[in-house]
């Protein structure tokens, strides 16, 4: 039996090699800490469907190779999405100094509208840490992301990042910011909410009502 979902969102996971992305991933979809993670060869993919705003909405979750020989293939899958993590990791220097080119290739290639969460992962790597919540939280304010730091190994706020993520979305698709009409939004009705509205458009017509008829 098919899920049952009122829209679907297209979700990148990006971000430089190392930094926990596929953890999230595994974590997101099932709950648990991968333990034998190993670096990302091209594209992994996962999806889930949860509750945002009295909606059902399927995540469709994109999670791409951080190494620079992948650049070319993961690319590809940036147009039409519709949302994205962007991961540093909070003890890699290395991997916060490099968010700003994987900006730049994501607001580029994806949607216009595309709604970017970053996250500060290995939060539960204190002692270890590299990157300060202030100069993270600086970062997203300077470029229009919302921001929060999230562990994969103890699962802490990465449900809440996707969540964020999509609430966010679906906000901008009720006040008519994003229109989903528009096939690179990354954001696809299912099957049966379609099915309603093309039965729900015939029987206005047949009835003559083409308005906001009262019964």
Same mark, same amino acid.
């Given at each position: ?5 009122? %829209? ?31 670096? /990302? ?19 469709? *979750? ?10 070319? *293939? ?12 962007? *991961? %540093? ?21 994806? #949607? ?10 290995? &939060? ?6 590299? *990157? ?20 994969? &190994? /103890? ?5 809440? #990042? ?9 906000? &901008?698709?009720? /006040? ?40």
């Amino acid at each position: 039996m098919s899920e049952s979902y009122d %829209y679907l969102f297209k979700f990148l996971i990006i971000g430089s090699a190392g930094a926990g992305k596929s953890c999230i991933l595994h974590n997101f979809i099932e709950n648990k800490f991968k333990e034998d993670s190993s670096h /990302t060869i091209g594209v992994e993919f996962g999806s889930r469907v949860v509750s945002v705003g009295g909606k059902s909405i399927k995540l469709q *979750v994109w999670d791409t190779a951080g190494q620079e020989r992948f650049r070319s *293939v993961t690319r590809s899958y940036y147009r039409g999405a519709a949302g994205a993590l962007l *991961v %540093y990791d909070v003890t890699s220097r290395e991997s916060f100094n490099s968010l700003s080119n994987w900006l730049t290739d994501t607001r580029n290639l994806a #949607s216009p509208n595309i709604i970017i969460i970053l996250v500060g992962n290995k &939060k539960d790597l204190e002692e270890t840490r590299e *990157v300060t919540f202030l100069e993270a939280s600086n970062f997203a304010q300077e470029n229009d992301l919302i921001f929060l730091e999230t562990s994969a &190994k /103890t699962g802490e706020s990465v449900e809440e #990042s996707f969540l964020k993520c999509a609430k966010t979305i679906l906000a &901008k698709i009720e /006040t008519g910011e994003i229109d989903i009409q528009n096939t690179s939004s990354g954001i696809q009705f299912s099957d049966s909410v379609i099915r309603n509205n093309f039965e729900n458009r015939q029987k206005a017509s047949s009835s003559g009502c083409t308005g906001n008829c009262r019964p």
